[in-house]
């Protein structure tokens, strides 16, 4: 017997949305609607088995329903835009399921629904329908089930007529009586005002229909009897209203909509693009051209696998390294568990040849038989390939080995290739290009407090199909690096930039631990002293923690007004107290409050933590394939973050020294840079000007967007100038510069296009990008780093605008992360080549810090802006300020 799936993909999305926590892809698309749906389809496809499936979406705002109450769903809130960017993608996504959908002007996904589940029961087949929405078990019938969502997406109730008989004691049809008499508000459905759920029940069971009710009115009393004479039109209304039609003049037949499957290649590429990792694998996908989980299998039982232990036979080794010492071609992999590489567990490594895969304990690289694969591994002259090498660098160093000559690293430069993937694990690089590669490590070693290391077995073979997998995927990387003219930036730069990065982190930087415990025991007296304030202009002690505490002070004895709820309460958020701001001085108070927790929580007792016990310092990690825009990325802890606008977060920096007595810390940051990388690219006139003739670029703005001189620009002038210049820099949208001026949206529009007005080549320049990434489907900075924006085209225009905001900020931002670290690079080289015992230590956004002996002040005080000045060449110059002292607090 033929089996009708029909799902409401509305409601189901709806559902979907509201129950799972937020989600989205590295190209910054919310998609935790679409996990939801798709977590719940995969489920009812398994278990119903169904022949046939068609999922119903509304068509739009006004139905048949108008006509007879323009009200009709007038009650409902607009729907989230971090929802409405998900409808489109989510549609493409069931096309690739091989699965037909439906909507149609004027109806309603129900009534499509219900016309369908009528055709399946004139043809003799089942049918289940699924839905968040309990108006649709008016169709349960003999052959129709109506599945509805209980807490989430994840479980369905199975309604029959039985089971609608046992829960409600009616009829399927009677459905549409309960809501005559109760309403509904989420449709804007009136009912009889009073007449709830368990009213409505009874009145049902005595009478049958909203028909006999209002026919029966003398045998009812009281305020009920009341309501419904006064309101008796509304219930006859309100039944029609939820009475679904089952005429619907649909262009869908039954073959229409058969299900045959999925095609694997399509779902597997739709799965890649929205990073679906688990649902692929949970259905061994493949993305088109892809490796899929058996095949991957398949190639590691090829493999020849030797296995070399300590104490073993010495003559694998010797076979290993005499094919190395020719150069053949490999590949290297180094297992470090552990997301630290300052603290991490090492299990073992593989070398993939052509022919075999030899792996190797780590007892056996530290066995005394393996001397001279220890030197081979140091050996900084001996090319190799490998995957993370930065991070394989610094776990080896902590185990006491090197790790030397790494020259094609397949993670860095698949981050290169397509930056926005969310995944630069070896199994999804593997899966994006098409090569037989290893099982993901959540299968293998399990996950959170689930993680093991496998048998011994397991762990080898895995380790050689990493081996192998880089072995292979360094030819195929290397094309594309050639054919996206990338080669030059990740052979001049990026590669190189990575041994800069893991010498830094080794090096790490000299932390006093007392004076981060007196600024501790100062941010607690200022805590304390504030939060006295706050209880004093509250007239009461509470959690100022707690959300539904604040928010009771806030908005019920403070009389504020609430601007956003949460299903918990009210809202409290940054957004929402910042908007209040001017509304009672507690909220200055509260902000305030919540800075210095956060100082002393992250930044006092977080750093405390990260000081190394053996060398005294803090030794953070920079990741180079974590930004989409190129720029570095500090973690464990991360130092790019300590809050300087506050002068308690600065205060912080005092307790960075350098790890010589009489050293100073050097630090030197870029003025302006992303402003003065957009007069060259833009080449502006004004922009250009302001620059060549050293201007203070903000007040340069003032002067020409509000038509005054030099001496006539005041501070909200040159403020608001500010705003605008890295508002554009950012993307900000004229509702962002509002805010952040204070200002209305409309004044903020009309301050942004006076400021296009003038910098017409600005304007120019934002056009033809976007038109350039629409033709090419993507940008790219001053050193060719690309950044793909496939949702450019996108008929969504929440995801379209995201993309061309992107396109427009990319150019400016990436093309400065590269300058910086350019600079990076030729400094290490300046700082070799003069012989200067002068070390790097950290990399902060556009601020490179130094650690300096005193008789090489004096040169890095002039070397040190002249590199950074001439990493790049510009239209404009560019422009570094230097500055030393005892700690980092002193030399900025």
Not at 93 to 112: C, H, P, R, T, V
Not at 293 to 303: I, N, P, Q, V
Not at 420 to 427: K, N, R, W
Request: proline residues 3%; hydrophobic residues 40%.
């Amino acid at each position: 017997m033929d089996k009708w799936m029909l799902i409401d993909g509305n409601s189901i999305a709806y559902r979907a949305f509201f129950a799972m926590p937020p989600l989205t892809n590295s190209a910054g698309l919310h998609t935790n609607a679409i996990f939801g749906f798709t977590t719940m389809l995969l489920k009812l496809l398994e278990e119903h088995k169904p022949t046939h499936v068609l999922v119903a979406f509304d068509a739009g705002k006004v139905t048949f329903r108008h006509e007879s109450y323009s009200e009709y769903k007038g009650g409902r809130q607009k729907t989230p835009p971090e929802l409405s960017e998900q409808f489109p993608v989510l549609k493409e996504l069931i096309s690739a399921f091989g699965i037909q959908q439906y909507e149609l002007n004027g109806y309603e996904a129900d009534d499509i629904i219900g016309t369908l589940t009528k055709q399946a029961d004139e043809q003799g087949a089942e049918a289940v329908v699924v839905t968040g929405d309990k108006d649709l078990l008016q169709l349960a019938s003999d052959r129709v089930t109506v599945a509805v969502t209980r807490k989430g997406v994840s479980d369905v109730d199975l309604y029959t007529p039985a089971a609608i008989d046992e829960k409600y004691g009616l009829k399927p049809l009677q459905i549409i009586d309960l809501k005559g008499l109760m309403g509904d508000t989420s449709d804007n459905i009136p009912g009889v005002p009073g007449v709830g759920e368990k009213t409505a029940l009874k009145l049902l069971h005595e009478h049958g229909s909203v028909e006999n009710v209002l026919a029966n009115l003398d045998r009812l009393k009281g305020k009920l009897k009341e309501r419904l004479e006064t309101h008796a039109g509304d219930a006859e209304l309100s039944k029609k209203l939820a009475t679904i039609y089952r005429e619907v003049p649909l262009e869908r037949s039954a073959e229409d909509i058969r299900y045959g499957g999925y095609d694997a290649a399509a779902l597997g590429e739709a799965f890649r693009r929205l990073e679906f990792k688990s649902l692929s694998e949970r259905l061994d996908l493949q993305a088109e051209g892809g490796a899929s989980a058996s095949e991957a299998k398949a190639a590691a039982d090829e493999l020849s696998l030797k296995a070399i232990e300590a104490g073993g036979d010495d003559k694998e080794m010797a076979e290993l390294l005499e094919r190395l010492r020719s150069g053949a071609r490999h590949g290297l992999y180094i297992e470090a568990i552990g997301d630290n590489p300052h603290h991490v567990e090492l299990l073992g490594m593989a070398v993939a040849l052509e022919d075999a895969v030899y792996v190797l304990s780590m007892e056996a690289v530290k066995d005394e038989s393996a001397a001279a694969f220890r030197e081979w591994l140091a050996d900084e002259s001996a090319r190799k390939s490998g995957f993370d090498m930065h991070k394989a660098e610094l776990a080896l160093h902590w185990a006491g080995l090197k790790l030397g000559g790494a020259a094609f690293d397949v993670q860095l430069v698949a981050y290169l290739l397509d930056p926005t993937e969310g995944s630069q694990l070896l199994s999804g690089i593997c899966e994006r290009q098409g090569v037989a590669g290893p099982s993901s490590d959540e299968s293998v070693y399990g996950k959170g407090a689930k993680f093991k290391v496998p048998d011994e077995e397991t762990l080898r073979r895995h380790l050689a199909l990493k081996a192998d997998a880089v072995r292979r995927l360094e030819p195929v990387l290397t094309e594309e690096l050639e054919r996206t003219n990338m080669k030059e930036l990740y052979v001049d730069l990026e590669q190189p930039l990575s041994r800069i990065l893991a010498g830094m982190e080794l090096q790490g930087i000299q932390v006093e631990k007392g004076e981060l415990e007196r600024l501790g025991a100062e941010l607690e007296d200022t805590l304390t002293t504030t939060i006295s304030e706050i209880y004093q202009l509250a007239g009461t002690e509470f959690k100022i923690n707690s959300p539904k505490q604040l928010g009771e002070v806030l908005f019920e004895r403070l009389g504020l007004k609430a601007t956003k709820k949460t299903k918990t309460g009210y809202s409290t958020d940054a957004e929402v107290l910042e908007g209040l701001a001017k509304e009672h001085e507690i909220i200055p108070h509260i902000l305030h409050y919540r800075q210095l927790s956060k100082l002393q929580s992250t930044y006092v007792e977080g750093l405390l933590k990260e000081v190394r016990e053996e060398t005294g310092k803090i030794h953070t990690y920079y990741r180079q394939t974590i930004a989409a825009t190129g720029r570095l990325s500090s973690q464990f802890p991360n130092l790019q973050n300590i809050p300087i606008r506050l002068e308690e977060g600065r205060k912080i920096r005092k307790a960075f020294l350098p790890s010589e007595p009489g050293w100073s810390i050097l630090a030197a940051d870029y003025s302006q840079i992303e402003l003065r990388v957009l007069a060259h690219i833009s080449g502006d006139e004004g922009l250009k000007e302001a620059f060549l003739h050293d201007m203070d670029i903000h007040t340069k703005t003032a002067m020409d967007v509000f038509g005054v001189e030099a001496g006539e620009v005041d501070a909200n002038m040159r403020r608001s100038a500010k705003a605008v210049n890295f508002g554009i820099v950012y993307g900000i949208s004229a509702f962002g510069l509002s805010r952040n001026l204070d200002i209305t949206p409309t004044e903020a529009g009309k301050f942004i296009e006076q400021y296009f007005s003038v910098f017409q080549g600005v304007r120019k320049f934002m056009d033809d990008i976007v038109a350039q990434a629409k033709q090419d489907g993507y940008v790219t900075t001053l050193l060719e780093r690309r950044r793909y924006l496939p949702e450019i085209k996108s008929s969504n225009f929440n995801l379209r605008s995201f993309a061309e905001r992107t396109a427009m900020n990319t150019p400016i931002q990436g093309s400065a992360a590269d300058i910086i670290k350019l600079a990076m690079v030729h400094m290490d080289k300046a700082l070799r080549e003069r012989g200067l015992r002068s070390r790097m230590l950290l990399q902060v956004h556009d601020e490179l810090v130094f650690e300096v002996p005193p008789d090489e002040l004096e040169t890095m005080k002039q070397l040190l802006p002249e590199v950074m000045s001439g990493a790049a060449k510009l239209d404009v110059p560019l422009k570094a300020d230097v500055s030393f002292g005892d700690n980092w607090y002193e030399a900025k």
